[in-house]
């Protein structure tokens, strides 16, 4: 690791725990998002990145959802944190165990509003019992289909069924959004060379009805995927 980066894994790793600790004491959703978000912009701003939104228009001022997005890297949830700055768009991530058990993110994970997807649980009734209770609340459910990061040469890689499932157990329409830039390929711009001015840039589109009997893959690509 050279200077740049180790620098910066460190003041990622004081602040994503700082803010870990911070967001164990709010009482609020409202409290909460506001944490996040400004998290999100202090370590976008470290990097030199900018947040760019393409048809900001059709992003809804309110309401719940299931937020869909493509996976590359791991500032995802901050772009999308920074693209809903001025909507009530609140939403609990789908989070793997494995960042609820990770020493630099699970502090963060277990009180930024999640929900824990144990893919290893011998079945998948308390995950879904669990977004239940948090749409009841009002909340909408933010989730990356893909399941993981994206790391092959690929726009975008196979989606999990559990996604559209979730839709469809709890009525929600489908708010699929696109980070169009190759955010992995920008972020070590970033810690590598420290370049000033890079820009990601997200791609919001048509909401989806929960009932419709498309594969959520397929719309998705229709929208954003040009092959």
């Given at each position: 690791?050279?200077?740049?980066?180790?620098?910066?894994?460190?003041?990622?790793?004081?602040?994503?725990?700082?803010?870990?600790?911070?967001?164990?004491?709010?009482?609020?959703?409202?409290?909460?998002?506001?944490?996040?978000?400004?998290?999100?912009?202090?370590?976008?701003?470290?990097?030199?990145?900018?947040?760019?939104?393409?048809?900001?228009?059709?992003?809804?001022?309110?309401?719940?959802?299931?937020?869909?997005?493509?996976?590359?890297?791991?500032?995802?949830?901050?772009?999308?944190?920074?693209?809903?700055?001025?909507?009530?768009?609140?939403?609990?991530?789908?989070?793997?165990?494995?960042?609820?058990?990770?020493?630099?993110?699970?502090?963060?994970?277990?009180?930024?509003?999640?929900?824990?997807?144990?893919?290893?649980?011998?079945?998948?009734?308390?995950?879904?019992?669990?977004?239940?209770?948090?749409?009841?609340?009002?909340?909408?459910?933010?989730?990356?289909?893909?399941?993981?990061?994206?790391?092959?040469?690929?726009?975008?890689?196979?989606?999990?069924?559990?996604?559209?499932?979730?839709?469809?157990?709890?009525?929600?329409?489908?708010?699929?959004?696109?980070?169009?830039?190759?955010?992995?390929?920008?972020l070590k711009d970033a810690i590598m060379?420290?370049?000033?001015?890079?820009?990601?840039?997200?791609?919001?589109?048509?909401i989806i009805d929960y009932k419709d009997?498309?594969?959520?893959?397929?719309?998705?690509?229709?929208?954003?995927?040009?092959?």
């Open positions: 690791m050279n200077f740049n980066q180790i620098s910066m894994a460190f003041y990622t790793t004081y602040l994503t725990n700082k803010y870990g600790f911070k967001l164990k004491k709010v009482k609020t959703s409202h409290e909460r998002i506001a944490l996040r978000l400004e998290y999100a912009k202090l370590v976008l701003n470290k990097l030199n990145i900018s947040v760019e939104v393409i048809n900001k228009e059709k992003l809804p001022k309110g309401g719940q959802y299931l937020l869909i997005s493509n996976h590359r890297s791991i500032v995802d949830p901050l772009i999308i944190q920074v693209a809903l700055e001025n909507t009530k768009v609140d939403g609990f991530w789908v989070a793997k165990k494995e960042l609820y058990n990770s020493f630099f993110f699970g502090t963060f994970t277990k009180n930024a509003g999640t929900v824990l997807l144990d893919r290893d649980a011998p079945n998948m009734a308390p995950f879904f019992k669990d977004t239940k209770e948090i749409v009841k609340e009002g909340h909408s459910i933010f989730i990356f289909p893909e399941g993981t990061r994206n790391k092959e040469n690929t726009p975008l890689s196979s989606f999990k069924e559990g996604s559209r499932i979730i839709a469809l157990k709890n009525r929600l329409p489908i708010l699929p959004v696109h980070i169009k830039s190759n955010a992995n390929e920008v060379n420290r370049t000033k001015g890079l820009k990601i840039q997200i791609d919001i589109g048509d009997k498309t594969s959520l893959e397929e719309n998705y690509r229709k929208q954003f995927i040009k092959e």
